[in-house]
């Protein structure tokens, strides 16, 4: 009994930063998070607030907004990505804002998501991300 409970906790859940200046997307986006079986470890609402939450935290996926105040999420991501070249960031953008949902993911971003969202496609979209970053892990 004792050796299976150290196997369990050896194998600990996806960590989350999420970074959006709106309560009511952070708590939503928090929800799908944990639905998938991951932990939100951070959250942030502003740009700056996100590369400082990223670097104290080492999370395994960000997920930032587009647009919030202070620093621009894609600004914010680039911070993060001169750092931590290995930094996995999912994009969350209102529909208007396609032209910088291609920009992101040139940047480096490995997904988006638009708002408003539908918790089930965007459970499948970070599970998507997960799996790219689980296969990447077992070849290290």
Known sequence: MEMRNKEET??????????DDSVFARKNMSKVVEMIGAVVVGEATTGKEGIEQYFKL??????MDVSMPEMEGLEAMA???????????IIVSSMGYQELVKKALILGAKHFISKPFDPAKAAEIIQFVLKEIKTVNSEQ
């Open 58 to 63: 080492k999370p395994d996926l960000v997920i």
């Open 79 to 89: 911070k993060i990505k001169e750092r931590d070249n290995d930094a996995r960031v």
């Open 10 to 19: 050896a194998v600990s859940p996806y960590r989350f930063l999420i970074v």
